[in-house]
C-alpha cells in the first residue's frame, strides 16, 4: 500500500513538471519546449508536379521506392477502394524531399525536388518513347478512375498547401529538354474543370486569335512569353532547343492535337490567353502588350517571374 502511495505521488510530481512547460531531456541534450508556437509559417511545398511512370504497377513500386529516384505518392491505373475512397500509394512524407524532378526550373526557381510534392501516375506512355514526342505516336491512356483518385488527391494537397493554379505542373514544363510526362494524353482540362490548374478564357483566346491572325509574333517576342509563363527561356531570337522543348510541353497541356515544338499564331494565342488570365502584370511589358509592333522584335532582358 505505501508503495503504491510513494508511486501516485511520483507520477503526480511528473506531470506537474510537464504541465509548468519542463520537457524532458532528448538524445541530442536538447529539452525542447514548444509551448509558445509561432503563426508566422507556411508549407514548404510551393510545386505539384505530375509524371507517368512508363511503367507497369508492380515496376513502378518496385523503382519509386529507390535507391535512385522517388515521389511522394504513386496514383494505380485501377485504384482499389477503401471505405469508399480511392486507395494511392504514399511513398515519401511530404515533409522530406523525394527524388523525381532532376534538373528543372519554373518561374525563376530551380532544383524543385526541395519545393516540390512528386506525384507519379502509372501509364505506359508512348508505345515510341522520343523527346520529339511526334504526333504519330500512339499514347496510353489514363483511366477514368484513376483521374478521379487524382482529383481527389490533389484538391487535398492544394488546400493544406495553399497551391496557387499556375504551380500544378507536368515533369515536361519544368524540365522540357528532357523529359515529356505527363504528355498529350494527360487530361489537364478535365482537372481544370474540376477546379484545378489553369486554362484559358474563351473570350481572351478568341481575342488573341484576331490579334495574330496574320502569324505569330517575333520569336523573340514569344520567348519573352514562354518566359514570362514560368518556362526556363531566354529571349535570343533562335529556335534552340529550350524553346523548342518549352513550346512542344506547353502545346502538349493546351493543345494536344499538334505539339510539334514549332511556333505559331494558335500557340501565341493560348500562350497570350494565359497571362491574360493568371499573370496580368506581365503583359505591363511593352514588347508583351503590342507583341506585333516594330520595337517588340529586338526585346531586352523579360521581366522577372512572379514568386
Not at 510545386?47 to 513500386?61: G, K, P, R
Not at 524532378?101 to 506525384?119: C, E, M, P, Q, V
Not at 529538354?177 to 494524353?185: C, H, L, N, S
Amino acid at each position: 500500500m505505501r508503495s503504491m502511495t510513494l508511486l501516485y505521488m511520483v507520477l503526480a510530481l511528473l506531470l506537474g513538471g510537464c504541465a509548468g512547460g519542463e520537457r524532458p531531456v532528448g538524445p541530442g541534450g536538447v529539452a525542447i519546449d514548444d509551448s509558445h508556437p509561432s503563426s508566422a509559417h507556411s508549407s514548404r511545398v510551393r510545386f505539384l508536379v505530375l509524371h507517368y511512370t512508363d511503367e507497369d504497377e508492380a515496376t513502378s513500386l518496385e523503382i519509386l521506392r529507390g535507391p535512385r529516384v522517388s515521389a511522394h505518392y504513386l496514383v494505380p491505373r485501377r485504384p482499389g477502394r477503401e471505405r469508399g475512397a480511392p486507395r494511392v500509394y504514399r511513398l515519401v512524407d511530404e515533409s522530406r524531399r523525394a527524388w523525381h524532378a532532376g534538373a528543372s526550373a519554373w518561374a525563376g526557381r530551380t532544383h524543385l525536388n526541395d519545393s516540390s510534392l512528386g506525384i507519379e501516375l502509372v501509364n505506359a506512355g508512348p508505345d515510341r518513347p522520343s523527346i520529339e514526342a511526334a504526333p504519330t505516336v500512339a499514347w496510353a491512356p489514363f483511366p477514368d478512375e484513376q483521374i478521379t483518385a487524382l482529383i481527389a488527391l490533389l484538391r487535398d494537397l492544394i488546400a493544406r498547401h495553399d497551391i496557387a493554379p499556375t504551380d500544378l505542373l507536368g515533369h515536361a514544363e519544368i524540365a522540357p529538354t528532357r523529359k515529356i510526362d505527363p504528355g498529350p494524353a494527360f487530361p489537364w482540362r478535365r482537372l481544370y474543370a474540376a477546379g484545378i490548374g489553369t486554362w484559358p478564357l474563351e473570350a481572351d483566346l478568341a481575342r488573341y486569335r484576331r490579334l495574330f491572325a496574320a502569324g505569330p509574333p517575333p520569336l523573340a517576342v514569344l520567348q519573352r512569353a514562354l518566359a514570362a509563363w514560368g518556362y526556363a527561356v531566354t529571349p535570343s531570337g533562335e529556335l534552340d532547343s529550350a524553346t523548342r522543348g518549352a513550346l512542344r510541353a506547353f502545346q502538349m497541356r493546351y493543345r494536344p492535337a499538334d505539339h510539334r515544338g514549332r511556333p505559331d499564331a494558335d500557340t501565341a494565342a493560348r500562350l497570350w490567353a494565359l497571362l491574360a488570365r493568371y499573370r496580368p502584370e506581365a503583359l505591363v511589358d511593352p514588347a508583351l502588350a503590342s507583341p506585333l509592333s516594330p520595337s517588340a522584335a529586338t526585346p531586352g532582358k523579360p521581366p522577372a517571374p512572379r514568386g
